[in-house]
């Protein structure tokens, strides 16, 4: 854990800077802050959305600015504290990184710093948002922008079609788009939004597979039969697929590609790639590759999942690896430019530490093998088995045979969003995103992760870019000692329902019709509120672990029981846990010497991880 000093020196930041000198204790002020001399329009802009904090304010850019953001900008700055604060940076985009910090610091209790010296380890700090599956709106995208830039994430990826959503409102094809869909106007502002955050928007059409959406307007582009294809409500992998072989499907190829290249500016541009199951592997590697050509002429670099990887790819393609590490040293080793997602899923409800733990650079092997034996993870070991040997990578060439080994840019977190809705997104991204962003921006590892979550937490609710309110614990006050301990199962376990996952286990097929969510169930029950972690169990796990009393935790595990009886809508789900939880309460107060780890669960769709803890702790 960190010590007094160094969070004096070093407070709750998130990513910690690269280098902190320590001076006289900071005092802010709840006043404008104001600017000591001219700067550019964006950073005026940026000063403005500034908490007030008495700051006098210097920001000094060597290079002229630019209208958005490229892969390798600088972004590094130099931060002095006086009676004036300066700010040294070569680009706006640094600047833009330094005010982050000075965001974070006036949540701090009086940092003791004279300097900072600061720059991102890796160029690539990307979140992707699926709008597909659930439609993100505008509003909501543009607040993500606000927290991105205080985390200093600088890649936005917009999922933007799958089998559930066309989510463009194509000129070209305009019965192509959902009912929930973003004009071009609002993509450009969205953009220009993002640039002013020193961010980076990143579209996707994904193709070939994943295009029921695509189909349901056009199932003439079909391949095989066009006439079962209809707008699809369930999750999971389709089959359906675009002929590439039909002059059609490549003219509207060409055609969508041509206005997402006019729409965003950057120089990446995202074909999909994944999960193409109703396509012959080597006819979706050639189509591929042309799709890869079509962007290259329109002055953008292709980038894929990983399923793209092939001996016929373009070099000039790169791969987002998500179906494992591995994929990872296969793309480089192959010339392949490079972007990790694969430890980096925050869907699957995986506790932040876990997601910690992976270095997008090093050796997967003892972070992987640390999943396997996490206490939180145990109910879904079986499933990380098989999703660890289900995946196989292509033997390619070395990268003597291209001259050259791939660059690994980064890492991208992904919110695939089977299970989140508008008002569902902050608790689920940003609960977990901070450890992230630390990882692709600081170069090693810091003490406090969890002290510094929360206390960063707090600050970005106070400058109104995330709702950190009790959400759950507000509606049901008197259950809020069951309700803080639970979690959601981990995995795709959740996703899935208990009898597609166990048939997934066995290798049975036809099990999907019987997934208990599809894109019209409501969002609602309490576990769609409640965290992806519990912090209240961490908070316990520490009392324990410390001999502290637990009798203010154990009155309240005995006390929810009787208030759970007021609220009989809620018994058949959350029964069985809550009465899990006084047997927590009487084993922990020395009244039962029964095993604790049953009570950990899964309860349904619930997890008492607490348990652990007082298993451990006996």
């Known amino acids: 854990m960190a010590t007094a000093d160094q969070l004096t020196t070093r407070p709750w930041l998130m990513p910690q800077p690269r280098d902190v000198r320590p001076g006289p204790p900071l005092a802010f002020t709840a006043t404008p802050n104001v600017l000591a001399q001219d700067t550019t329009p964006r950073l005026e802009r940026a000063v403005r959305r500034l908490p007030p904090l008495g700051l006098a304010l210097r920001l000094n850019v060597r290079t002229r600015p630019k209208p958005v953001p490229a892969l390798d900008d600088a972004a590094d700055y130099r931060l002095r504290f006086g009676a004036v604060v300066t700010v040294d940076a070569d680009s706006e985009w640094g600047a833009l990184a330094a005010l982050a910090t000075l965001a974070q610091l006036g949540g701090a209790d009086s940092p003791a710093i004279a300097e900072i010296h600061d720059a991102p380890r890796f160029p690539w700090r990307g979140l992707m948002i699926d709008t597909a599956r659930h439609f993100i709106s505008v509003p909501t995208l543009k607040r993500t922008l606000d927290a991105m830039w205080f985390y200093k994430l600088n890649v936005l990826h917009l999922h933007l079609t799958d089998d ?251 919110m695939w969003s089977e299970l989140v809705t508008d008002e569902l997104l902050d608790c689920r991204v940003w609960s977990r995103m901070p450890a992230i962003a630390e990882r692709l921006w600081s170069a090693e590892q810091s003490d406090a992760l969890y002290e510094r979550l929360a206390a960063t937490r707090r600050t970005l609710a106070r400058l109104g870019a995330i709702d950190e309110d009790r959400g759950v614990l507000d509606s049901y006050p008197h259950l809020a000692p069951l309700l803080e301990m639970l979690e959601p199962v981990k995995w795709y376990r959740r996703l899935l329902g208990e009898s597609a996952y166990q048939a997934r286990l066995n290798g049975l097929g036809g099990s999907e019709a019987t997934r208990p969510y599809d894109a019209q169930t409501p969002l609602n029950r309490i576990v769609d509120r409640i965290p992806p972690e519990s912090l209240a169990s961490r908070r316990a796990e520490a009392d324990l672990a410390s001999g502290a009393s637990m009798r203010h935790w154990t009155a309240g595990w005995r006390r929810q029981r009787a208030a759970l009886d007021d609220h009989p809508a809620l018994l058949p789900e959350l029964l069985a846990v809550s009465d899990a939880l006084v047997e927590i309460a009487a084993i922990v107060d020395g009244e039962s010497s029964a095993d604790a780890a049953p009570l950990a669960g899964p309860f349904g769709e619930y997890l008492l991880p607490i348990a652990y803890a007082v298993q451990a702790n006996r």
């Not at 994943?210 to 707008?231: F, K, M, Q, Y």
């Not at 994944?274 to 042309?290: H, K, P, S, T, Y």
């Not at 001996?311 to 793309?331: E, H, K, S």
């Open 164 to 414: 559930q959503g066309f989510r463009l409102r194509s000129n070209a094809y305009p019965d192509l788009a959902s009912t929930q869909a973003y004009s071009a106007a609002q993509l450009r502002d969205l953009v220009a939004c993002a640039a002013d955050r020193g961010i980076r928007v990143v579209p996707e059409l994904d193709m070939p597979g994943h295009v029921h959406s695509w189909l349901s307007a056009h199932p003439e582009w079909a391949l095989g039969d066009a006439e079962t294809i209809a707008p699809s409500r369930r999750f999971g992998v389709h089959k359906a697929a675009l002929d590439p072989a039909k002059p059609a499907v490549q003219e509207a190829v060409g055609a969508l590609l041509a206005e997402l290249a006019e729409i965003f500016p950057d120089e990446f541009l995202h074909f999909g790639g994944d999960e193409a199951v109703g396509i012959e592997r080597n006819a979706q590697a050639l189509f591929l590759r042309q799709v890869a050509g079509k962007l290259q002429a329109l002055g953008k670099r292709p980038l894929g999942w990983d399923e793209c990887l092939h001996p016929n790819l373009p070099q000039a393609t790169t791969v987002q690896v998500w179906r494992g590490m591995g994929g990872r040293d296969v793309a480089l080793q192959a010339g392949f430019d490079c972007i990790v997602s694969a430890p980096y899923y925050l869907d699957l409800f995986y506790p932040a530490d876990v997601h910690y733990a992976f270095d997008p650079a090093a050796d997967y092997r003892t972070a992987e093998a640390a999943m396997f034996g996490n206490p939180r993870l145990a109910h879904v070991r079986e499933g990380l088995g098989w999703m660890a040997d289900s995946f196989a990578f292509p033997d390619l060439a070395s990268p003597d045979s291209h001259g050259r080994s791939g660059r690994l840019l980064g890492g991208e977190a992904c």
